[in-house]
C-alpha cells in the first residue's frame, strides 16, 4: 500500500513561514535540503508522520498567484475554540469558528487560517471521522 508523506506548498519566505507554522501548529523543521536555486524544508510534529514541505524558490520575488485549484490543508486539534483564541492571541489570521451541522447533526466545529503565503489551512475540531 502507498502512505501519504507530505505535501508542498511554496513560499516566499521560508522562516516567516516556518515562524507561523510553528506558532499556530507546533510544527517544527524535521529537515532541511538547501540548493543553489531553492530549497526544501520539512515540517512535522509528534502527532504524525506527515510532513508540510515547504519550497523556496531563491530567485522569485513576487507572490505566488494561488490560482483556482489550490483547495486546502486540514488539521485537527483537541478544541477549535481553544485553538482558535489562541491563533487569535498570536496575532495570526483566522475565520469565524464554523458548526457544520447539515440537517441539525454536527458533522465538524472549525475555521480556516490564512499563512503568509495566503495558503488556507482548515483546523477541525477531532471528533467522528476527525480523529
Known sequence: MAKMVHSCIRVLDDAKSIAWYKAAFDLDVADQLDFETF?????????TGFELE???NKERTAPYDLGDGYGHLAVVVDSA????????QQGLQVGDLVDFAPGGTLV???FF??????????VIQRGGRFV
Open 39 to 47: 530549497r526544501l524544508t520539512y515540517l512535522s510534529n509528534a502527532q
Open 113 to 122: 487560517a490564512t499563512d503568509p503565503d495566503g495558503y488556507k489551512i482548515e
Open 81 to 88: 475554540d481553544a485553538h482558535h483564541a489562541a491563533m487569535l
Open 54 to 56: 515547504l519550497t523556496v
Open 108 to 110: 465538524a466545529r472549525f
